[in-house]
């Protein structure tokens, strides 16, 4: 007999505006919404039997329904809403689980002064979050962001690695240091049961990663990376982990000697790809 070992099923890529109307003032988010589920769905797959199945049109249509009604000020609180919603109208679903990326939309800058009505996207960062609970547990809360794009031009080194008879990268004692950070966190079982504030915990975290990133003294990818997840979990007690990836958006010298011209660490080509890969979770120990 063949059995279903495990499923889950839901709706991807439900995508969002919504705008907060103030007197005098307008809030603007963009996100894109995932919503997965687990349960009883077994005899869809062995017997063709939908009886237990919420359609995946009604799930996006929840998303909607939900965003109008909905007081939540930040994407873990509104991922929480709508596993409620999900949980209390569908007595055969055992767990729930939703994903948010939100874009970074602000306010535009005329005149020194923020105009209330009118936005701009400043770069492509992305923040995120996932947000799961079963019918036995409390929600466990997962917050993060992607694509923060930075780069460093002094502080950067690369010495004293392996060198065999395929090595060709010479060593760097003064490089760029670029990358396009993804950070997520998880955090501490008795905080995720309690209301944070998971937007200016999220700007904590980024504030802190940006500051180590910019001051700290690198001997390569994996330095730097360990030192910025450490400044987190030392400053943030709420924080239980954080994995980071960073990979390395390489900047490389470019020779104008055969032009009769030095390069004084100025003139560089950017090279995406291949790149290196660097990510760990760090966490804390006793």
Known sequence: ?????????????????QVKRKAGWHDLREWT?????????????VEADNSKILPTDTMKNMVYSLARKSASECMEEFAKELIEFLLGRNPQVSAAEVSIAEKAWEHLQSGGKPEPTTFVQASGETQTTKVTRTRTREFSVNSGFENLVVMKTLGSAFEGYIQDSLTTLPPAKDRLLGTAIRADWNYVGNYARTDLD???????????????????????????????????LEKITEIEDIELAMPNKHCLLVDLSRFGQDNPNEIFVPVDEPH????ARLRRQG
């Open 198 to 232: 998971y937007r200016s915990l999220r700007g904590n975290v980024r504030d802190i990663l940006l500051a180590e990133f910019a001051g700290h003294d690198s001997k390569s990818v994996q330095h730097t990376l360990y030192g910025m997840g450490k400044a987190v």
């Open 1 to 17: 007999m063949i059995a279903v070992a495990e499923n889950k099923y839901g709706k991807s890529r439900v995508r969002l505006v």
């Open 276 to 279: 290196g890969n660097i990510q």
């Open 33 to 45: 919404v995932e919503v997965l589920l687990q349960g009883d769905f077994d005899s869809c797959f």
